[in-house]
């Protein structure tokens, strides 16, 4: 949060633009049928902005996040382009959300900074429980380490600093000075997520960056 806290302004001018892998959800929405969609983490909004310019149908928003400045970009771009729109500040990790059940629950840009497997794994039950039956819950793993752009800018861990394997510390290298924490998922642990929710995956796929392989996407559904 200090991170988010430092660097609100700068972060969120980088976060202007869909990120290619949310394309293929269309394969699996109803475009013509309103639906509700949770945003955790939902940062500036830029999900829902594109869903809207997407479909036609009516989307009913709701995005949390722990940042003000964050939900502040939000509400000015949301608030004449989707048909209802809830934004609630709320540290996301600490304390997930805990009641609603919604067509689509969707989690970008997170699960890297949950510290603690089990605290990640807890996490996913937990939004497993918010997706209404016949809805998707879709979530994306950022594959930092593969990169090694990003591996350039792993820095050590303090000596007092008890941390797990795959936990690392990342500058930011744009405006602001501020460090990050990240854990890498890898393909073992994406694996382990998936099965933590009980959901049925739909689909896995690797997208976005200049890579094309930045982000690694389940789509999952509870039947």
Known sequence: QDFYRITAQNFSQTRNHPWP???KLFSYLTPDQPFSVLDVGCGNGRFGQFLSENL????????????????????????????????I???????????????????????????GHQNRQNFMR??????ALD?????????????????????????NFQVEAHDYLLDWRSGENALRYCHFVDD????DLITATGLTELATYRADGKSGHLNQYSILRCD
């Open 135 to 159: 809805g998707l819950l879709v979530f994306a793993s950022w594959r930092f380490y593969d990169e090694p752009r990003f591996r350039d800018r792993i820095i050590p861990w303090p000596d």
């Open 56 to 87: 036609d149908s009516q989307i009913n928003y709701t995005g949390l996040d722990a940042n003000p400045t964050f939900l502040d970009h939000a509400r000015q771009l949301l608030s004449t382009i989707v048909s209802s729109i809830s934004l």
């Open 89 to 115: 500040q709320q540290d996301i990790i600490q304390y997930p959300p805990d009641s609603g059940q919604y067509d689509l629950v969707v989690l970008f840009g997170v699960i890297h900074h949950i510290p």
């Open 21 to 23: 892998g949310w394309e």
């Open 126 to 131: 937990q939004l497993a429980q918010r997706v």
């Open 188 to 191: 073992a642990e994406h694996t």
